[in-house]
C-alpha cells in the first residue's frame, strides 16, 4: 500500500501486464532484480521477470551479491539460477524465471520481443549497441536500459523509443489553490489567499470550480503565466461577469512527450544528467574514460590489471583517441582515466545499490509511463576518495582470495581493515535499516577478528506493509521484532558479521543503556529514521560525545542524505526546517474548506470518543473505585476532576447492540445536521463582517444539513462502523445477524431522533485561537450530573462492570477493525455537510494514518549514497571529500553539495569556539560553586557569570538567594545519581565592557573527582 501512494492504481495496473528481461546477475544486476520483482507484477501465472546470466559463482561474488552464499561457489551454480529463488521470494505475486543461454554478437534477438524493457549489465559495448539497436526499431520500442559499475565509476543509460509519452511527469498531487480576487482585464490576474503562495510555473494548466459572479470559467481550463509567489493570469476576462467572491483553480496534469536517441548517437553527443555542480565537466570526463574502458576490453580480452600503470598509460591513450571522435571533443581528465583504469576490475557495493536504486526507477517508468525518464545518461563516482589513496602501494590493492578483493581493488587493504574493525551504531532497522545492513554486510563492517561490532536498535515488530520495500523480511517474519529479523538474515549475506540487537528506542528514558559510555565506544552512527524529533536528540548525543553521524530519509520519490563529522561540519540541529502548518481549531471545528480537514475532524472524532474519553472514564474510576463514594464527595462540594464527564457518559452508557445502533443514528444527526443548522443560527446566509464583506465566502463554506438516507451506503456505513466502535469500547457483544441490513434498519426506524434546538454558544471564529484544555461546568450541569448518577446507583448501572470501557488504539493497517471505515464515512459525510470534493478510502488513510509514501528504489539509492560516506568517514578525509545529496528519483535528478563548515563563535579577543568544542573542569568531593567559578576563570582566563543545567538554573546572580549557593558544593547543587561522573554545564561570561549582553561559550564538562590518568 505504501508503494501504491507514491505509484498510484493506473500505474500499478500496467506494472501488472509487463514483462521484463535482465541480463547479468552481479553486484549491479541483482540490485536491480531485487528492486525490480517487488513492483513488477501481482499475476502469478504470467511470468514478470527473466533473470539471465552466463556466468558461474565465484569467491569475489560473495563481497557484491547479497543473494550468492558460500554453496553456491561450491556448487558451481549458475549466478542467475543460485539468485533466482531468492529473488522470487521477495514478492510471491511473481512469476521470475532464469535463462543461462549465450547472449553475444551472433544471438538472434528475435526472442526480445516479448518483453517490454530490456536492461543491459556486465555486457560489451558494441552487444549493447547492437541489442539497443534492435530495442529502438521495435513498433513499440522495447525500452532499453544499460548499466554498469566499475571500480569507483558507474554509468545509467536510457533509451525508451523516438518519442516517449508521459501522463504525470512528478507524481505529485495537483495543487489546488483558493482565490480571493479575479481582474476583469486583458490578461486576468487571479490572485490567491493572503499568505498562500500558490507555487505554480508558467506554462502549467488550471481549471476553475466554485467562483461566484465569474462563473463563466468554472470548468474551463486555462495555460497560466506567473505574476508574482501569490498572483497568475490567464488570459482574457474583461468580457465576462466581474468576480464576486470564491473560486478554486486546480492545477491540470497534461500529457509530455520525451524524446530519445540510440545509444550509438548518444555516445557521440551524450546528454548527461549532472549531479556535482562542483565539477559539471564530471560527466562527459567519466563517459570518455569508460569509453576507453570499453575499447581496452574490446581490444585485450580483458579489463586493465589492479594497479597496473601500463594499463593505465594504455586506456589513457585510447581515451585521447575517443575524445577527438566525439561532437563536443571533451578535454580528457587523465586522473579519471588512472584511476578508473586501476580499479577497473573492483567493485563498489554501494555504488551499485545507489545505481541500482536509480535503474530500477527506470525500469518503472519504462513500463508504467509515470514520471519522467533519466535523458538520457547518468554517473555517480567515489573519486572524491582517492587522493590518499595513490600513496598507498599497488600491493594493497591486489586480491588475497577472500570475499574483499571487489572491495579491496577499490579502496585498498588499509581501508578495508577499518572497515572491519569499526564499531557502528545503527539506530533503525526499517527500509534504509535493512538496505544499510546489507551494505554493512558487503563492506565488512564490523568483522574484525579483536574489533568490530553492528548495534542496531528497533523498537518495531514487522507488519505487512513493511514487506514490499523492507527487503530483510519475508511474510513468516510478520510480528516478530524488526531488529533481531534483521540481524539473523544480515548474517545469511556475510556470516563472519557481529551484531547486537537491541528492541529499545534511543530518547532520553533510554540513556542508561545508550548512554555516554555507549556513544564513546562507537566510531560512528548511522540513522534510519521516520521523524525529525528522533534525528535531534540522536544528533544532540553526538555531538556531545564528539561522534560522527551520517543521516538520511526518503519520502516517496524523494531522499537525502547528511554526512556530520565532529569538528568539521555543521550539526543535523545546526539548522531548521520550517514547522509543518498546523489546521487551525476554528477550521477543524465550524469551517473546513479542504477534504484534509474534514479528515482530520473525524480522525480527532475517533481519537476523542474511542480511546481518550475511555481511557479518561477509566482512569477515574480507577482512582474512585466506587459510584457511592463519588456521589457523597460531590454532594459535600467536592471538586473531582472530570467527573461531570464521566457521569455523563455512565448514564449513557449502551448496554445492547439495539443501544450501540441507536447511539450512532443520534451521533448522525448532531453531527452532520445540528451542527450546520446551529452555525446557521449564529451565522445566516447574509451574515456580513464589519468591512460589509459576507462572511461566507472562500475560504469559508456555509454548512448545509444533510438528510440521513438509510439507502445512501456512506450514510449507512457511518452507522454500521460507528455503532460497531461504541460496542467495542463499550464491551456489548453483536453477532453477524446483528450487522445485517435488516436487524439495523429495523432498529434505526424506531429512533427518536432529537430535534434540533439553536444555542447561545459563542463559535470561535479567530484563527490564531487554541483549542480550550477544560470546557467550564455549569451549576446546571453539576445538579443534573448529581441527579443522574444517583439515578444509574438505583437502576444498579453503576456496578463496578459498568464501570470500565475499553479503549481503542487507531490502527490503519488492520481493514477489519472498521476505524479507517468509520473516519472515511464520517469525513465524507462533514466534506458533503461543507459541499467539498470527497475522498476515497484509500487517500482516507493515507491522511489520517499520516502514511509516508515509500518505494525501494529511492531506499535502496539513499543508503548506498550513506555507505560510501562511511567509506569517506572511517578514512578519515578531509571536509571536502563529503558530500550530502538530495535526489527525487521522478523528476529525475540528484544533487550532491559540499557539507556546510561548522560555525565558529566568537566569545572575545580571539577566543572562539564551535558546537564541537568542550571545555572541561575537575572537581572533588567538597568542591563548591565558588570553587567551579574560580576554577574556569584560572583555566580558561574569563569570567562566568551564569551557570545553567539544562533547564535547572545553578546560578543567576540576580535571583533571589542564588549568592548563598555560592559556598554550596557542586554535589549538593547538581545532585548527580551514583553512577554518574560528570554533568555538562552551560556557562555565560562577563562582558568586556559593562552593559553589554554576557558572553556565549562552549558547555564545560565538570567531573565530580579528578579522572585517574
Known amino acids: 500500500s505504501r508503494q501504491r501512494y507514491v505509484l498510484g492504481d493506473t500505474a500499478m495496473q500496467k506494472m501488472a501486464q509487463s514483462h521484463v528481461f535482465l541480463s547479468g546477475i552481479g553486484g549491479l544486476g541483482v540490485e536491480i532484480g531485487k528492486l525490480g520483482n517487488i513492483y513488477l507484477s501481482r499475476h502469478k501465472t504470467k511470468l514478470a521477470l527473466t533473470v539471465h546470466d552466463t556466468k558461474q559463482c565465484t569467491k569475489w561474488d560473495l563481497g557484491i551479491n547479497f543473494f550468492i552464499h558460500e554453496d553456491d561457489i561450491t556448487s558451481q551454480r549458475n549466478r542467475a539460477e543460485a539468485t533466482l529463488h531468492r529473488i522470487a521470494e521477495l514478492n510471491p505475486y511473481v512469476h521470475v524465471a532464469a535463462s543461462t543461454v549465450p547472449l553475444d554478437e551472433t544471438t538472434d534477438l528475435s526472442f526480445l520481443k516479448q518483453y517490454q524493457c530490456v536492461i543491459l549489465t556486465e555486457v560489451s559495448l558494441l552487444l549493447q549497441k547492437k541489442i539497443n539497436d534492435f530495442c529502438h526499431a521495435q513498433q513499440p520500442p522495447i525500452k532499453f536500459i544499460s548499466a554498469d559499475v566499475y571500480g569507483m565509476c558507474s554509468r545509467l543509460f536510457c533509451d525508451f523509443g523516438d518519442e516517449f509519452e508521459v501522463l504525470d511527469t512528478t507524481g505529485e498531487e495537483p495543487k489546488e489553490i483558493f482565490i480571493s480576487n479575479i481582474t476583469q482585464s486583458n490578461p486576468g490576474i487571479v490572485t490567491c489567499l493572503e499568505n498562500h503562495p500558490h507555487r505554480l510555473e508558467t506554462g502549467q494548466f488550471l481549471t476553475f470550480r466554485e467562483v461566484n459572479g465569474m462563473s463563466c470559467l468554472n470548468g474551463s481550463t486555462h495555460q497560466i503565466t506567473v505574476v508574482s509567489p501569490y498572483s497568475f493570469s490567464i488570459g482574457d476576462t474583461s468580457d465576462m461577469e466581474p468576480y464576486l467572491h470564491g473560486g478554486i483553480a486546480v492545477q491540470v496534469k497534461t500529457p509530455k512527450t520525451f524524446y530519445f536517441e540510440r545509444l550509438e548517437k548518444q555516445i557521440t553527443n551524450p546528454l548527461c544528467l549532472v549531479a556535482d555542480f562542483s565539477k559539471p565537466e564530471a560527466p562527459l570526463q567519466i563517459h570518455v574514460a569508460m569509453l576507453a574502458l570499453d575499447n581496452f576490453q574490446e581490444n585485450f580480452g580483458r579489463r586493465p590489471n589492479i594497479g597496473c600503470l601500463q594499463d593505465a598509460e594504455e586506456m589513457l591513450k585510447i581515451a585521447v583517441s575517443i575524445s577527438e571522435t566525439l561532437e563536443n571533443k571533451p578535454q580528457v581528465n587523465g586522473d579519471v582515466v588512472k584511476w578508473l583504469s586501476r580499479t577497473a576490475q573492483g567493485f563498489l557495493a554501494p555504488l551499485a545499490a545507489a545505481v541500482g536504486g536509480v535503474a530500477s526507477q527506470e525500469v518503472l517508468k519504462a513500463v508504467?509511463?509515470?514520471?519522467?525518464?533519466?535523458?538520457?545518461?547518468?554517473?555517480?563516482?567515489?573519486?572524491?576518495?582517492?587522493?590518499?589513496?595513490?600513496?598507498?602501494?599497488?600491493?594493497?590493492?591486489?586480491?588475497?582470495?577472500?570475499?574483499?578483493?571487489?572491495?579491496?581493488?577499490?579502496?585498498?587493504?588499509?581501508?578495508?581493515?577499518?572497515?572491519?574493525?569499526?564499531?557502528?551504531?545503527?539506530?533503525?532497522?526499517?527500509?534504509?535499516?535493512?538496505?544499510?545492513?546489507?551494505?554493512?554486510?558487503?563492506?565488512?563492517?564490523?568483522?574484525?577478528?579483536?574489533?568490530?561490532?553492528?548495534?542496531?536498535?528497533?523498537?518495531?515488530?514487522?507488519?505487512?506493509?513493511?514487506?514490499?520495500r523492507q527487503f530483510l523480511f519475508r511474510p513468516h517474519h510478520i510480528q516478530k521484532p524488526k531488529s533481531y529479523t534483521a540481524a539473523e538474515a544480515t548474517l545469511n549475506i556475510n556470516p563472519c558479521l557481529k551484531i547486537d540487537s537491541y528492541i529499545n528506542k534511543v530518547c532520553p528514558a533510554t540513556e542508561n543503556t545508550y548512554s555516554d559510555e555507549f556513544y564513546s565506544k562507537q566510531d560512528v552512527i548511522v540513522t534510519a529514521l521516520d521523524n525529525v524529533e528522533a534525528r535531534r536528540y540522536i544528533d544532540s548525543r553526538c555531538v556531545a560525545n564528539l561522534r560522527p553521524l551520517i543521516d538520511s530519509g526518503t519520502m516517496g520519490t524523494k531522499g537525502h542524505t547528511e554526512v556530520i563529522v565532529p569538528h568539521l561540519?555543521?550539526?543535523?540541529?545546526?539548522?531548521?526546517?520550517?514547522?509543518?502548518?498546523?489546521?487551525?481549531?476554528?477550521?477543524?471545528?465550524?469551517?473546513?474548506?479542504?477534504?484534509?480537514?474534514?479528515?482530520?475532524?473525524?480522525?480527532?472524532?475517533?481519537?476523542?470518543?474511542?480511546?481518550?474519553?475511555?481511557?479518561?472514564?477509566?482512569?477515574?474510576?480507577?482512582?474512585?473505585?466506587?459510584?457511592?463514594?463519588?456521589?457523597?464527595?460531590?454532594?459535600?462540594?467536592?471538586?473531582?476532576?472530570?467527573?461531570?464527564?464521566?457521569?455523563?457518559?455512565?448514564?449513557?452508557?449502551?448496554?445492547?447492540?439495539?443501544?450501540?445502533?441507536?447511539?450512532?443514528?443520534?451521533?448522525?444527526?448532531?453531527?452532520?445536521?445540528?451542527?450546520?443548522?446551529?452555525?446557521?443560527?449564529?451565522?445566516?446566509?447574509?451574515?456580513?463582517?464589519?468591512?460589509?464583506?459576507?462572511?461566507?465566502?472562500?475560504?469559508?463554506?456555509?454548512?448545509?444539513?444533510?438528510?440521513?438516507?438509510?439507502?445512501d451506503p456512506l450514510h449507512y456505513g457511518f452507522i454500521v462502523s460507528a455503532a460497531k466502535l461504541f460496542a467495542t469500547v463499550y464491551c456489548v457483544p453483536f453477532t453477524e445477524k446483528d450487522l445485517s441490513e435488516e436487524t439495523i434498519w429495523k432498529i434505526i426506524s424506531a429512533v427518536k431522533v432529537p430535534e434540533f434546538r439553536p444555542s447561545n454558544k459563542v463559535v470561535q471564529t479567530d484563527e490564531t485561537a487554541r483549542k480550550p484544555d477544560h470546557i467550564p461546568v455549569s451549576s446546571e450541569d453539576e445538579r443534573n450530573a448529581i441527579f443522574q448518577l444517583e439515578k444509574s446507583i438505583l437502576s444498579n448501572e453503576a456496578l463496578q462492570n459498568d464501570l470500565q470501557m475499553k479503549p481503542i488504539s487507531f490502527e490503519k493497517d488492520d481493514d477489519s477493525n472498521g476505524h479507517i471505515d468509520f473516519?472515511?464515512?464520517?469525513?465524507?459525510?462533514?466534506?458533503?455537510?461543507?459541499?467539498?470534493?470527497?475522498?476515497?478510502?484509500?487517500?482516507?488513510?493515507?491522511?489520517?494514518?499520516?502514511?509516508?509514501?515509500?518505494?525501494?528504489?529511492?531506499?535502496?539509492?539513499?543508503?548506498?549514497?550513506?555507505?560510501?560516506?562511511?567509506?569517506?568517514?572511517?578514512?578519515?578525509?578531509?571536509?571536502?571529500?563529503?558530500?550530502?545529496?538530495?535526489?527525487?528519483?521522478?523528476?529525475?535528478?540528484?544533487?550532491?553539495?559540499?557539507?556546510?563548515?561548522?560555525?565558529?563563535?566568537?566569545?572575545?579577543?580571539?577566543?572562539?569556539?564551535?558546537?564541537?568544542?568542550?571545555?572541561?573542569?575537575?572537581?572533588?568531593?567538597?568542591?563548591?560553586?565558588?570553587?567551579?567559578?574560580?576554577?574556569?576563570?584560572?583555566?580558561?582566563?574569563?569570567?562566568?557569570?551564569?551557570?545553567?543545567?539544562?533547564?535547572?538554573?545553578?546560578?543567576?546572580?540576580?535571583?533571589?538567594?542564588?549568592?548563598?549557593?555560592?559556598?554550596?558544593?557542586?554535589?549538593?547543587?547538581?545532585?548527580?545519581?551514583?553512577?554518574?561522573?560528570?554533568?555538562?554545564?552551560?556557562?555565560?561570561?562577563?562582558?568586556?565592557?559593562?552593559?553589554?549582553?554576557?558572553?556565549?561559550?562552549?558547555?564545560?564538562?565538570?567531573?565530580?573527582?579528578?579522572?585517574?590518568?
Request: glycine share 6%; net charge neutral.
Open 368 to 468: 508504467t509511463g509515470k514520471f519522467s525518464p533519466l535523458q538520457q545518461w547518468l554517473y555517480i563516482d567515489m573519486l572524491d576518495i582517492v587522493t590518499p589513496l595513490e600513496k598507498m602501494g599497488s600491493e594493497e590493492f591486489l586480491p588475497r582470495g577472500d570475499r574483499y578483493d571487489a572491495l579491496r581493488a577499490c579502496v585498498g587493504d588499509s581501508l578495508c581493515q577499518k572497515l572491519h574493525d569499526l564499531n557502528v551504531f545503527l539506530v533503525g532497522c526499517g527500509a534504509i535499516g535493512c538496505e544499510m545492513l546489507k551494505n554493512f554486510a558487503l563492506l565488512g563492517v564490523g568483522t574484525g577478528q579483536d574489533k568490530g561490532l553492528v548495534t542496531i536498535t528497533d523498537p518495531d515488530l514487522i507488519e505487512k506493509s513493511n514487506l514490499n
Open 823 to 1013: 473516519i472515511t464515512a464520517a469525513s465524507n459525510l462533514r466534506a458533503k455537510m461543507y459541499n467539498i470534493e470527497p475522498a476515497d478510502r484509500f487517500k482516507t488513510k493515507r491522511i489520517a494514518g499520516k502514511i509516508i509514501p515509500a518505494i525501494a528504489t529511492a531506499t535502496a539509492a539513499v543508503s548506498g549514497l550513506v555507505a560510501l560516506e562511511l567509506v569517506k568517514v572511517v578514512g578519515g578525509y578531509p571536509a571536502d571529500a563529503y558530500k550530502n545529496c538530495f535526489l527525487n528519483l521522478a523528476i529525475p535528478i540528484m544533487v550532491f553539495t559540499e557539507t556546510a563548515e561548522v560555525r565558529r563563535t566568537e566569545i572575545r579577543n580571539g577566543m572562539s569556539f564551535t558546537i564541537w568544542d568542550r571545555w572541561t573542569i575537575y572537581g572533588k568531593e567538597d568542591f563548591t560553586l565558588l570553587d567551579f567559578i574560580n576554577a574556569v576563570r584560572e583555566k580558561y582566563g574569563i569570567e562566568p557569570t551564569m551557570v545553567v543545567q539544562g533547564v535547572k538554573m545553578l546560578y543567576v546572580p540576580v535571583m533571589p538567594g542564588h549568592i548563598k549557593r555560592l559556598k554550596l558544593t557542586m554535589q549538593k547543587l547538581v545532585k548527580p545519581s551514583a553512577d554518574k561522573k560528570y554533568v555538562d554545564l552551560t556557562v555565560s561570561f562577563a562582558p568586556e565592557t559593562d552593559g553589554e549582553e554576557d558572553l556565549p561559550g562552549p558547555p564545560v564538562r565538570y567531573y565530580f573527582v579528578q579522572e585517574d590518568n
Open 569 to 711: 561540519t555543521e550539526s543535523y540541529n545546526s539548522h531548521r526546517d520550517p514547522p509543518e502548518e498546523e489546521i487551525p481549531f476554528c477550521t477543524l471545528k465550524s469551517f473546513p474548506a479542504a477534504i484534509e480537514h474534514t479528515i482530520q475532524w473525524a480522525r480527532d472524532k475517533f481519537e476523542s470518543s474511542f480511546s481518550h474519553k475511555p481511557s479518561l472514564f477509566n482512569k477515574f474510576w480507577q482512582t474512585y473505585p466506587s459510584a457511592e463514594e463519588v456521589l457523597q464527595r460531590i454532594k459535600s462540594g467536592e471538586s473531582l476532576e472530570g467527573c461531570f464527564h464521566v457521569i455523563k457518559t455512565l448514564s449513557r452508557r449502551p448496554r445492547s447492540w439495539t443501544q450501540c445502533v441507536e447511539l450512532a443514528r443520534v451521533k448522525f444527526e448532531k453531527y452532520f445536521s445540528h451542527k450546520a443548522l446551529q452555525l446557521l443560527h449564529s451565522f445566516p446566509l447574509d451574515t456580513r463582517l464589519k468591512d460589509g464583506s459576507l462572511f461566507w465566502q472562500s475560504p469559508k463554506r456555509p454548512p448545509f444539513p444533510v438528510k440521513f438516507e438509510f439507502n
